[in-house]
């Protein structure tokens, strides 16, 4: 794992931004893996900039949401669908043909699972994964005591999770239970995953992750077994790592990271 910080939430969504755009130019078909939440939007806003003013080119690449709610339509303005064709897809040049997230609305759900993780098989498999982190330490929404082996299925959100996501609801009571997500085991088999999180209120979860043990009740701690996984986090989430000065020392010296200094 590597970690690199930056002084604030806007350089860290850029770096983040540069990674998925280099990764880009050096294969135009990327399989790119993508999340949604408040931090990506950031990050997305950057590519668009991107795509118009330097012509950063969507139009081979093929995209797997990590997660779907259940029982909302892509027309429901709080659908992940939604808010990927919102911030991102309706505004570069990618094909929506090329753009996969779960469907909530499918009558068979543990049949749309199936599908899902083979269309990721059928694709060849993610070559980079964008992921955020919740507050309780979710990746995609897989909650506390998410198989470390899992695969795309249905989760019940904690009360964590749902209380997280209500401000982006007209209502608490609307966000859904229940979510198709990306299981864990989908994520590690990943080629390369890219983690962002932002702001002083992600920094103890940041510090679990990254330092912690690994656990069933943090998912996000599994990525310590993830053979090529990036973390980038603004100065404020990075305020509980012990080794900040190690992980500085590295992004500052080593040749591989010269281009985004
Ligand atoms: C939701 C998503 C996660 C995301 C998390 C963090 O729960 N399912 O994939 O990482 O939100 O969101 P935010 O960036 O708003 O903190």
Not at 68 to 89: C, K, Q, T
Request: aromatic share 6%; net charge neutral; hydrophobic share 40%.
């Amino acid at each position: 794992m590597e970690v690199i910080i930056r002084p604030n939430a806007d350089a860290a969504a850029d770096l983040v931004a540069r990674i998925i755009a280099k990764a880009l130019h050096a294969n135009p078909h990327l399989v790119l893996g993508l999340a949604t939440g408040r931090t990506m939007e950031t990050v997305y806003a950057r590519l668009v900039r991107m795509n118009r003013e330097e012509k950063l080119d969507f139009s081979l690449c093929r995209t797997f949401n990590l997660d779907e709610y259940v029982g909302l339509p892509a027309s429901d303005r709080h659908s992940y669908r939604h808010y990927m064709n919102h911030h991102l897809f309706l505004q570069v040049n990618i094909d929506l043909r090329n753009t996969c997230l779960p469907d909530g609305t499918a009558a068979d759900l543990d049949a749309e699972c199936r599908r899902y993780e083979e269309c990721i098989v059928k694709a060849g498999g993610i070559d980079l994964q964008l992921l955020g982190i919740g507050r309780a330490g979710h990746l995609g929404f897989n909650e506390p005591l998410s198989a470390l082996r899992s695969r795309t299925r249905v989760k019940a959100l904690a009360p964590v999770t749902r209380a997280q996501n209500a401000p982006l609801f007209a209502n608490p009571d609307q966000v859904p239970h229940r979510a198709i997500t990306m299981g864990v085991g989908t994520i590690l088999d990943t080629r390369r995953c890219l983690l962002l999180a932002t702001g002083a209120e992600k920094a103890d979860i940041v510090a679990k992750a990254v330092e912690g043990p690994i656990t069933a009740m943090i998912s996000a701690t599994t990525l310590q077994l993830h053979p090529h996984c990036t973390v980038v986090v603004d100065q404020a989430a990075a305020g509980k790592l012990q080794g900040s000065d190690y992980y500085r020392w590295i992004f500052e010296n080593e040749p591989e990271w010269e281009a985004f200094r």
